[in-house]
């Protein structure tokens, strides 16, 4: 986080200084020392974010950030200032004004000179205490709660464990250990923290029912290693302690080579490699397993998704699932089973709170089987978050969920923190966290590489956030791709605890905070407020400077009653938001001061709570937002946008239904996501510049002719064409966007030759209502990198449809949807060969499956 935040100030002090700025020498030569001495701070910065909970480490990186910061909030003042003093002068009050702007400036440039005279001497006051405290020597001894960690770790490893809740995934990881497969193989289990990886794999190890291995060994790696320690241990576990001794002169390369010599010699193996937290870890040990066509196997746990799935090419992976409520209570009772009722009742409701997490629910239990009384059972109820976290009470669960965020880079971590924004159970948004992210500016312009942009960044740091188990997949699309996510209850406290630690960002709950609490504000620079938004903005109003806060988010609006002047006070106070998000806020109305929050980078705006015909109006103002770069709005609201839009040239995403005309400038080639415009005011566009649209959403409700302008969007690659009762003109245009990877075409398509002009990258295709009067299938088969095919209602009429020999050779999902007539399916050789899933709703009269499918079938 800390690191984060100095590699901006970094970036912007040298921004600042190659730029012909008319400020003095002496100001400009202090701007380069405090980006070089900043520069030499940073490397103690990245060592001491790991060790924060060392009170002298933690006071001192505080200190580095606030001046961090402070540079930042400098050079972003002066900044525009300078743009407002470059506003063109028209009239004769205008040209008093920049006379004004001129005497205004010369305050400035002293001002700036002065604040950063004042950062110098606090660099020194942070060099100096570096020395004092020692702060390098302490960072060079071993941090004495990573050992705890891996104590920790290891005692859970060679201890058995209780395991509710998993005997079906004991008895398919069983089978996969006890398969006839004579080659080795290796069995991943992956979830997040505290869901029982461990107790699970260790069960499977110590299980009678596994007779056949001659020999076992068992290991923990945990995040922090060393190869030659860890093929040690490896040895010791297959013969022994006292073996030991003989291992004391080998080197890494040596025991390479003795553990797979000792292995020939002992018949079918079972080793457990517990907690690895990268794959270089095995790649490294893996060729000291020998592949002896005897059954042997390899257990191997991790939080890492791609851990899991990279460690071998033939890999079994197994994802762990969180308990059911019943197998929670289970597990609960274990330990501090209630005698009386009222008991009961108090505890299924603590248990509920744990979500399924097999960790939380020990340390619940083991905080209550102490004391058995109704008065202490509703005291813990009463504060159970805090009992859940506190690290006198529960270390275990601190230290363990806390494992994964320590082991996040600096980027990742504030991505990770930034979710504290989201509502308990909230359903995340991805494409909308993604946009987020890049205008908190946790993911810059400045990362963007040859064929590699913000938006791709962004993505990768959520896969990584998915694959650490740190976001929960929570519903796919029909395609199989993640569409909305949540966070585990018990990790979204740690975010918002760490988020509000590390001054990343504040959440302030309606009627849960009083004026004394103003000092929660402090030093934050993005506020989340929940519910009404007015009892925060009198709480701000008496002490706290708005113009520090960088974002604001207003989040579960639950009041019908809205104030325009609530908005009007936001956009008076908040002059230097660069992140407004207003969509949970129900108004029909938006106000035209909108437009003076000339940073913003990302506006979320507030709509309607129901769906209505009428539109809302966009304020013309919206055109000085030159920094925009995300408009977004509510899904149940549609939108009129002001011919001003065409001066936004930062941009991206264009994310609002919206109604009306649309004025797309020449210079807005930004421009990578416009949902949703009717077909007549696409028309209108000349997308000659459009090179960079990455999504397109069209729809219309009359006759339309071509669709040959979207030819020149040749970095297209999510298409939607709604045409409700209307006919598609012609696909030919499509040919020529080399980049489509996802097509979903709802209306008429008279001609099946049509889908011969889908070029051959698609990779995702539904078709609704096209009313096809010949079998789609034989062209839709040659599309080679066709993987998921959905064909819904009134696609084709007919009763026959053929998959042709060698058809669909990357299709993995085929959804057919109320085909009412279609009686045969013929699937000739070798066609569907990757195919995984088969879902058929409402075809009635379709008996006989062949075998290619029925083998994929799913319950439909």
Not at 234 to 245: H, K, N
Request: charged share 25%.
């Amino acid at each position: 986080m800390v690191d984060a935040i100095v590699s901006l100030a970094i970036e912007k002090l040298g921004a600042f200084i190659a730029q012909e700025v008319n400020i003095l020498l002496e100001v400009k030569d202090n701007l380069r020392w405090l980006k070089d001495e900043l520069r030499y701070l940073q490397s103690s910065v990245r060592s001491a974010e790991s060790r924060l909970e060392e009170e002298q480490i933690r006071n001192w990186v505080e200190d580095v950030r606030d001046v961090a910061n402070d540079a930042i909030k400098i050079l972003s003042d002066f900044s525009a200032h300078q743009e407002e003093y470059a506003a063109p002068k028209r009239g004769i009050l205008d040209r008093v004004r920049g006379c004004v702007c001129v005497c205004n400036g010369e305050v400035m440039l002293y001002d700036i000179g002065k604040e950063i005279e004042s950062l110098k001497r606090r660099i020194e006051v942070i060099k100096n205490r570096r020395n004092e405290y020692r702060i390098d020597n302490i960072l060079a001894t071993p941090n004495k709660q990573q050992k705890e960690r891996t104590l920790l770790r290891i005692t859970a490893i060679n201890n058995q464990v209780e395991v509710v809740g998993f005997e079906d995934d004991f008895k398919i990881l069983k089978a996969e250990l006890d398969s006839k497969d004579l080659a080795l193989k290796v069995i991943s289990i992956h979830g997040m923290g505290g869901l029982g990886k461990t107790s699970l794999a260790t069960k499977l190890y110590n299980s009678s029912e596994l007779r056949n291995f001659d020999t076992r060994a068992k290991v923990c790696v945990s995040n922090e290693y060393n190869i030659k320690d860890v093929l040690k241990r490896i040895v010791t576990s297959f013969m022994g302690a006292e073996y030991e001794q003989k291992l004391s002169t080998m080197d890494e390369y040596h025991l390479l080579q003795h553990l797979p010599e000792l292995l020939q010699s002992q018949g079918r193996y079972l080793v457990l490699i517990d907690d690895i937290w990268d794959i270089k870890v095995w790649d490294q040990i893996k060729i000291a397993f020998p592949n002896q066509k005897n059954r042997s196997r390899i257990i191997i746990t991790t939080r890492n998704k791609k851990v899991a799935e990279m460690a071998d090419g033939k890999c079994f992976v197994h994802q762990l699932r969180f308990l059911t409520e019943d197998e929670s209570w289970e597990l609960f009772c274990k330990r501090a089973e209630p005698t009386i009722q009222n008991l009961k009742k108090l505890g299924r409701e603590m248990v509920g709170k744990c979500r399924g997490l097999p960790l939380a629910i020990v340390v619940l239990s083991g905080l209550l089987s102490h004391n058995m009384s109704y008065e202490y059972w509703s005291k813990v109820k009463e504060h159970i978050w805090r009992h859940l976290k506190d690290d006198d009470l529960s270390p275990q669960i601190g230290e363990i969920l806390s494992l994964s965020y320590n082991d996040l880079s600096p980027q990742m971590k504030d991505c990770f923190l930034y979710l504290a924004r989201y509502p308990e159970d909230h359903v995340i948004d991805l494409d909308e966290l993604k946009r987020l992210w890049i205008a908190e500016e946790f993911i810059s312009e400045a990362e963007e590489g040859e064929g590699v942009i913000m938006e791709d960044l962004a993505e990768d740091c959520l896969n990584e956030l998915i694959n650490r188990n740190l976001l929960q997949v929570n519903d796919l699309r029909w395609n199989g791709q993640v569409q909305g996510c949540r966070v585990h209850d018990l990790v979204r406290d740690l975010a918002i605890k760490k988020a509000k630690e590390h001054k990343l960002l504040v959440v302030l709950e309606s009627g849960k905070h009083h004026p004394e609490h103003i000092h929660l504000l402090e030093g934050q620079p993005r506020h989340v407020i929940y519910n009404e938004i007015g009892e925060y903005l009198k709480l701000v109003e008496r002490r706290f400077d708005a113009l520090l806060v960088r974002s604001l988010a207003v989040v579960n609006y639950l009041s019908g009653k809205y104030e325009l002047e609530e908005m009007k006070l936001v956009c008076a106070r908040f002059k230097n938001l660069k992140v407004l998000d207003m969509t949970s806020v129900h108004s029909e109305v938006i106000p035209e001061e909108i437009g003076d929050l000339v940073h913003l980078k990302y506006l979320g705006l507030m709509g309607r709570e129901k769906y209505s015909k009428i539109p809302i109006d966009i304020p013309a103002s919206i055109g000085k937002l030159k920094k925009l770069q995300t408009l977004h709005g509510r899904r149940s609201t549609d939108y009129t946008v002001p011919r001003e839009i065409c001066e936004l040239h930062e941009l991206r995403h264009l994310a609002i239904n919206v109604t009306g005309s649309l004025n797309i400038g020449k210079h807005q080639t930004k421009l990578r996501t416009l949902l949703s415009i009717d077909y007549k005011e696409w028309m209108k566009i000349d997308t000659v510049n459009l090179t960079n649209l990455h999504t397109l959403f069209i729809y219309g409700q009359s006759n339309s002719y071509t669709l040959e302008s979207v030819a020149n969007l040749t970095s297209l690659q999510t298409f939607t064409l709604l045409f409700i009762f209307v006919e598609i003109p012609t696909l030919k245009p499509l040919s020529s966007c080399n980049r489509l990877k996802s097509v979903d075409l709802t209306g008429i398509l008279k001609d099946p030759s049509e889908l011969r002009h889908l070029p051959d990258s698609i990779t995702d295709l539904s078709l609704v209502d096209t009313k096809l009067t010949e079998d789609p299938m034989p062209t839709l088969g040659s599309l080679s990198n066709l993987t998921a095919l959905h064909l819904g209602s009134n696609v084709y009429r007919g009763n026959k449809m053929v998959c042709s020999e060698n058809g669909f050779p990357s299709l993995q999902i085929l959804i057919l949807y109320n085909f009412l007539n279609l009686e045969e399916l013929e699937v000739g050789d070798r066609a569907f060969p990757s195919l995984k899933q088969f879902q058929r709703f409402g075809c009635i009269k379709l008996k006989n499956i062949p075998v290619q499918l029925a083998e994929c079938l799913q319950n439909s």
